[in-house]
């Protein structure tokens, strides 16, 4: 049982580090956005007379307004999963935000498959029912 806790301890110790680096990629999303909003600024002010059917702009904003939410929607969860491993209850949130994590890219991909495969051992689920 006590291989298991430490198991469990590490994957928390991943867990906050995934989210940490989550709210931080999130940064991207913002400058993506920022560069929408100049763009469209600069496109509506501009005098020459080339008349587009829309913004274009406004595409790089709502991508970067999607991703931003997007980032900080998984960071936070992540931050909570690392909680919930720590106290040992949700497992089936856990669970869940493995599978998420999955989607999120290669790191996301690791952490995702590794934390599956430790959950599903038995001495695992026994420790989250005691809890």
């Known amino acids: ?12 110790i991943l867990y906050l580090v995934k989210g940490i680096l989550t709210l931080c990629f999130s940064i991207v999303f ?15 002010n501009s005098d020459t007379n080339t008349e587009l059917p829309f913004n274009f702009g406004w595409i790089f904003a709502i991508i970067g307004g999607i991703g931003l939410l997007f980032c900080i929607t998984i960071g936070v ?50 420790l989250f029912n005691k809890a």
């Open 77 to 126: 969860l992540t931050l909570l999963a690392s909680k919930y491993i720590k106290n040992l209850k949700n497992y089936n949130f856990i669970f869940v935000i493995a599978v998420v994590n999955c989607l999120t890219g290669i790191l996301g991909i690791v952490l995702g498959i590794f934390t599956l495969i430790e959950l599903s051992k038995p001495e695992i689920k026994t």
């Open 30 to 44: 913002i400058i993506y956005g920022c560069l929408g909003f100049l763009i469209g600024a600069m496109a509506e």
């Open 1 to 12: 049982m006590e291989a298991a806790k430490n198991n469990l301890n590490t994957f928390r």
